[in-house]
């Protein structure tokens, strides 16, 4: 994992990003995240961005489901749907 260095600017703090993961254009859109900080760009739309990473393939997001294809037979059920 890359590293980036943090930096007071005036009464801000400040992340000196690495050349790789510059961004274009001049702000950003930020989330806070638990306890991490997510960035992304305010040029693209965050749908945009969710495409581009789907169509990148890798991990799913939803992994397979080890379920059985039969219908479960629950009692009592049987009457509300009569």
């Known amino acids: 994992m890359e590293?980036?260095?943090?930096?007071?600017n005036g009464r801000s703090q400040a992340v000196r990003l690495?050349?790789?993961?510059?961004?274009?254009?001049?702000?950003?859109?930020?989330?806070?995240?638990?306890?991490?900080?997510?960035l992304l760009p305010k040029e693209?739309?965050?749908?945009?961005?969710?495409?581009?990473t789907l169509l990148q393939g890798g991990e799913p997001i939803l992994p397979e489901r080890n379920q059985s294809k039969e219908q479960q037979q629950r009692e009592g059920l049987d009457e509300l749907f009569a």
């Open 44 to 52: 693209q739309s965050v749908w945009d961005i969710w495409e581009q």
């Open 18 to 38: 690495p050349k790789e993961f510059r961004f274009k254009g001049k702000e950003v859109f930020i989330k806070k995240t638990g306890a991490g900080i997510l």
């Open 3 to 8: 590293t980036a260095k943090l930096f007071t």
